[in-house]
């Protein structure tokens, strides 16, 4: 695994669901370079696992700030973690 990789878990809090956070996320992701996962949560907010490059992953953790236009983001939160070593991003249902 290239020790130049990171994982952070980022919850973002707000106005983030329903108003297609998670699609712009994955298509954010995808745009780059980075894996993980990104879905909704019960209690209204994003979550979001993001892995690559120091600089791509910052770059997904700035978007996470204010998201879509229709979102209305209140605050991030942004953890580190042990990266897995994920292949792809995709969406999370349920």
Known sequence: MNAS????RVVVHGAVQGVFFR?????EAHRNGVNGWVRNRPDGAVEA????TVDSVDTMISWARHGPPAA??????????????LAE??????
């Open 5 to 8: 990789m990171i994982r952070r």
């Open 72 to 85: 209305q983001v209140q605050r991030v939160e942004a953890h580190e973690e042990p990266v897995e070593g």
């Open 49 to 52: 696992v993001f892995e690559g």
């Open 23 to 27: 699609d712009n996320c994955r298509r």
């Open 89 to 94: 991003f995709s969406v999370r249902h349920g």
